[in-house]
């Protein structure tokens, strides 16, 4: 099982250029960080894991800003997102900021996808709550014109662009979302809760899914397989990884009898001391 890690990088914790030469000195197979432009100080939103949101939510490095000194400095760590919050962006931009750092990276990034928790946050992106996971899909679709080889248009609901030369192109090779219609761009991991409306959408639009704690995923995986495989899909072709998983040898284990290939564990949102001792005792598991 390849072992990946998430951090809350902020301006109070390690770094990402010496996170990134611990990680890969010891083996780990990548770097998944987090999104939030900011987090407004008034707001009605409960914090998903309840009780007082933890104060590196607020001071959260930008992702793409921080993974990419993270793949500069690095030859063979993954670097991802987890997760980038796709209706909060212009997503031509975030088109070019993808692509780039695959493109850079080498084809080492993987794109994972949510809809957000916090309302006052979108709002302030001009985000309808109500409609979010359709903005979510409309984006991506828009995105995946850029990065084919062709010049298209995309004309969506919430977002168009005419036929453009749009370049770098990822470095990754597109896949089959079905046959005939093909994937492209970074390998893309759509998280959030279990349901008919999230299997749908990892069915339609991503590689897989990125379940924030894993829990649950002995009752979930048959269903998200056979919506899968009902929308054409190639059963092998489907990834799980676990996300901001705090570990032990029984959990790992049980991951691995449902065929799971890659997990992400949490790392605390320390000083660089505290971070590579939990790296070191996350290492038994490598």
């Known amino acids: 099982m390849r072992i990946a890690t998430t951090i809350f990088l902020t301006d109070r914790t390690v770094t990402p250029v010496r996170l990134a030469h611990s990680l890969e000195e010891r083996g780990f197979h990548a770097l998944y960080l987090p999104e939030h432009t900011h987090i407004p100080v008034s707001r009605d939103t409960e ?15 930008d992702p793409f800003v921080a993974l990419a000194q993270a793949a500069a400095v690095t030859r063979r760590l993954r670097v991802g997102t987890g997760i980038t919050l796709v209706a909060q962006h212009d997503p031509i931009v975030l088109a070019k900021q993808v692509a780039t750092l695959d493109h850079l990276s080498g084809g080492r990034l993987t794109f994972g996808v949510g809809y957000g928790w916090n309302v006052e946050e979108a709002a302030d992106h001009g985000v309808d709550w ?4 359709e903005r979510v899909h409309d984006h ?27 370049h770098p192109k990822p470095a990754q090779t597109p896949r089959e979302l079905t046959p005939g219609r093909p994937l492209h761009g970074p390998r893309t991991l759509l998280g959030g809760a279990a349901g008919p409306k999230l299997f749908a959408a990892i069915a339609a639009h991503a590689d897989g899914w990125l379940p924030i704690g894993g829990g649950g995923l002995t009752e979930s995986l048959p269903t998200l397989r056979r919506v899968w495989e ?34 992400v564990l949490q790392l605390p949102p320390g000083r660089e ?14």
């Open 130 to 133: 109500r409609t979010r996971r």
């Open 273 to 286: 001391s505290e971070v590579l001792r939990t790296l070191d005792e996350y290492a038994q598991y490598l």
């Open 140 to 166: 991506l679709a828009l995105m995946r014109t850029l990065w084919a080889p062709e010049p298209a248009a995309h004309t969506g609901p919430y977002a168009s662009v005419s036929a453009s030369a749009a």
């Open 230 to 263: 009902a929308e054409g899909r190639d059963p092998k072709a489907l990834q799980v990884v676990p996300y901001a998983v705090r570990p032990n040898p029984g959990k790992l284990a049980h991951y691995a009898e449902l065929g799971i290939e890659e997990v």
């Open 47 to 61: 914090a998903p894991m309840g009780g007082e949101l933890p104060d590196e939510y607020g001071r959260t490095l």
